[in-house]
């Protein structure tokens, strides 16, 4: 059975009578020794952590000489060694790939605010006119060209305004879960994690009665030689409760750890979190900028983000493309190679904050590829003459240039140098590839001469 000897279980208990002094000798004899049993008990006890480090030592084949050190090495090893595929290793790289796969996930949401609201924006600002209400409903709910009812137009500037407030949280998120799966990768990489983790258990074990100390660090040690499914004590029984480590990690005090390892998140994407808010709030409401009012903190960032919004989705009018696009008709597609490519940089090109110089950004020649014909609902092809290829090029080259302060390779090389010409014109072309799939499948940009092609030097609108 479950000893009941020592600490608070170790009850005291003496029939207590008041007819002769001779009860007060029995009493102190008895209180005499039980002292020395708890004495006995207490040094028994102290005198474990000796067989702590041989089973430590046999656990996991190594000849530490100091309880202490054989201690943190051994939840190093219980965490990292025995469970490495259930512990907080291979949980920290899972959330780093899951991150990952999450921020380019919205990054691409966010590109396709962009594309709706490039889409919606030209048909309404040019009246909406004929060349672009076929790209408009493609941006619209596929139910909102009514015959009755509101119509395409109101349902235009309602999306297009949702595009434009949705694009924020989507370019803000995808630039969060990639800030923590590098830091939770780095924290991996480092080693850090094993020796934080270490030293939490071993501060709690420090903080323990000897009794509690015997029966927890006894629970690792059999958890470990009975193969217990994982680190958490889930084969303990119930019974013995009380001597379960606290929580030390989970996937929330996981992230929490990481942000020490996370690079910072750059303003134009931080810009659009709640976090970013509150900070300006305590800052600007507080203490000698205290004559400040909350709701003027607010207009402020919602100030600020409009300003950042407006930068990467309103393309200016010298980086549109207006004209000059000329075509030839191979097969079933139309083929030009556009020449004379440039952007003019005002602010700096990927959105950032901050008044840069002018910056003239020379392209290499491109080739696109647009398809002449689409189906009708029925599958058949319908030819498309030119002019619907170049409003798909203009269309297509706004998202991309707008797509650029969404390039993670370009941000990543923003963050050490200004990118090349050359770099820009490859990230460019990427881009052009990427909204032609929403626009035309089958269309494709590529750097260089394309064969048979008529030659293009564009007219920019500015």
């Known amino acids: 059975g479950r000893p009941r000897c020592c600490e608070s279980r170790n009850e005291f208990n003496f029939p207590l009578t008041f007819n002769s002094f001779s009860i007060l000798n029995q009493l102190d004899s008895q209180i005499a020794a039980a002292r020395r049993a708890r004495r006995k008990v207490d040094e028994w006890l102290k005198k474990q ?29 219980y965490e990292g060694g025995k469970y490495g595929n259930l512990g907080p290793i291979a949980r920290s ?14 990054r691409e949401t966010a590109r396709t605010h962009i594309q709706d609201y490039t889409n919606l924006n030209n048909w309404i600002e040019c009246g909406y006119c004929t060349e672009y209400y076929g790209f408009a409903l493609n941006s619209l709910p596929v139910n909102s060209d009514y015959d009755s009812g509101p119509g395409p137009r ?47 258990r071993v501060a709690d074990y420090r903080r323990l009665g000897w009794q509690a100390k015997v029966f927890q660090m006894s629970a690792y040690l059999i958890s470990s030689n009975t193969n217990c499914r994982t680190p958490q004590f889930s084969c303990l029984p119930s019974t013995l409760s009380e001597y379960k480590p606290r929580l030390i990690w989970n996937d929330s005090i996981l992230l929490n750890w990481s942000k020490e390892y996370s690079p910072v998140i750059p303003r134009i994407q931080f810009v659009f979190s709640d976090e970013y808010m509150q900070q300006q709030i305590n800052l600007l409401t507080t203490g000698s900028y205290g004559v400040w009012s909350r709701q003027t903190i607010i207009d402020l960032v919602e100030r600020e983000r409009k300003e950042v919004a407006d930068v990467i989705l309103k393309i200016p009018e010298e980086n549109k493309i207006c004209g000059g696009i000329r075509w030839s008709a191979i097969g079933d597609a139309n083929y030009t190679m556009i020449t004379g490519l440039r952007l003019i940089s005002r602010l700096p090109i ?10 003239v950004i020379n392209l290499p020649n491109i080739c696109i590829q647009i398809p002449n014909f689409d189906y009708d609902s029925n599958g058949n092809e319908i030819r498309r003459p030119s002019h619907v290829s170049t ?16 390039d993670e390779e370009l941000i990543n090389i923003l963050e050490k ?13 990427k881009n052009l590839n990427l909204v032609f799939q929403g626009l035309r499948l089958g269309s494709t940009a590529s750097l260089g001469y394309c064969r048979g092609a008529r030659i293009s030097v564009v007219r920019y609108c500015n």
């Open 93 to 106: 790289r899972e959330l780093s790939a899951k991150n990952g796969v999450w921020s380019k996930n919205w």
């Open 350 to 359: 990927l959105g950032q904050l901050g008044i840069g110089p002018t910056r």
């Open 391 to 406: 409003t798909r090029l203009k269309l297509a080259w706004e998202g991309a240039v707008n797509g650029l302060a969404l």
């Open 417 to 429: 140098r200004e990118p090349t010409d050359a770099e820009y014109g490859a990230a460019m072309v």
């Open 154 to 200: 109101f349902y235009a500037n309602s999306y297009r305004s949702s595009a434009y407030s949705s694009f924020g949280k989507a370019f803000y998120t995808s630039g969060l879960n990639k800030s923590r799966s590098v830091g939770l990768a780095k924290m991996v990489n480092e080693g850090n994690i094993l020796k934080k983790i270490s030293d939490l």
């Open 49 to 77: 952590e000796n067989t702590f480090l041989k089973e430590i030592n046999r656990q996991m084949g190594r000849n530490y000489t100091s309880f202490s050190t054989a201690q943190r090495e051994y939840f190093k090893f």
